[in-house]
């Protein structure tokens, strides 16, 4: 089946509509388009799990602040639609702002205020709050049975997975492992504000996260071994916002549970991302 492209709201849900009479599950990847092999991967799972996959591609105003990248974002539509052709993507709906947005700034937001201040949402004011809505609207939509997401946005899987279940969505969300560069970078659209040798340098992220697995598993204390990783990542030029262990079920401060290594850092133009789940026996 060759790739369709939808620019509409309406256009999208007239296929839903086919594809639901017909009895065919649809799987559906969000996006905000540039994509890269880690999008891909998303898509080769849904198509797993469902007949029919829809990518969606928007750059969601509502998701940044004042200061970050929204009018640089990269905007790749065309090679965005290749690519997705080529993984089996069914649908690229790639709405415009004043479908996602019909009325302006939002009258009704969706927010997980549990969630949202921290971490991230703490660096980044309303960020959060712009995604939930964005998937929420996505989500109505599109009317998915199943969503796939990265786990390379740790916290923003976490936002979706309580918006769903709160808002009674009847959407299953499947969390897909990072898929990571040879030195250990996950992958990213922002990687590309990275020079080449800073992408290099960017690996450091991943060894600091393996690192500190190594030392939980030790014993090593918890409190000093962040402190270290600190340290270790503005020696080597970045700006960390964050470097952080969490319990990997709640967020919440770390248990006896699995916990999750999270980081924020930027390096040049780029603010990068990354976490690890550390599991317990
Ligand atoms: O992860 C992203 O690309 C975006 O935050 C998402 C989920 C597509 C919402 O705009």
Known sequence: MPLSISHTRAETQSQVSQWRRAGQRIALVPTMGNLHRG???????????????????????TQFGPDEDFNTYPRTLDTDAT???EAGCDLLYAPSIADMYPYG?????????????????????????????VVARLFLHTQPDVAVFGEKDFQQLMVIRYMTLDLG?????????????????????????????????AGLIYRLLRDTEAAVHRG???????AGGLRTLVAAGFS??????????????????????????RLGKARLIDNWVVRRP
């Open 240 to 265: 960390p916002d964050y470097f952080e262990a969490r319990d990997a079920e709640s967020l919440g401060p770390v248990s006896d549970g699995d916990l999750v290594l999270l980081v924020a850092a």
């Open 220 to 226: 090593d204390a918890l409190e000093r071994t962040l």
């Open 169 to 201: 969505f009847p959407t299953e969300i499947v969390g897909m492992p990072t898929v990571r560069e040879d030195n250990g970078l996950a992958m990213s659209s922002r990687n590309q504000y990275l020079t080449p040798k800073e992408r290099q340098r």
């Open 105 to 133: 700034e939002p009258r009704c937001w969706v927010e997980v205020p549990a969630l949202s201040d921290i971490l991230c949402g703490a660096f980044r004011p309303g960020h959060f709050r712009g995604v939930a809505t």
């Open 39 to 61: 999008h891909f991967a998303l898509v080769e799972r849904a198509r797993q799990v469902a007949d029919r996959v829809i990518a969606t591609v928007f750059v969601n105003p």
């Open 83 to 85: 690519g997705l052709a």
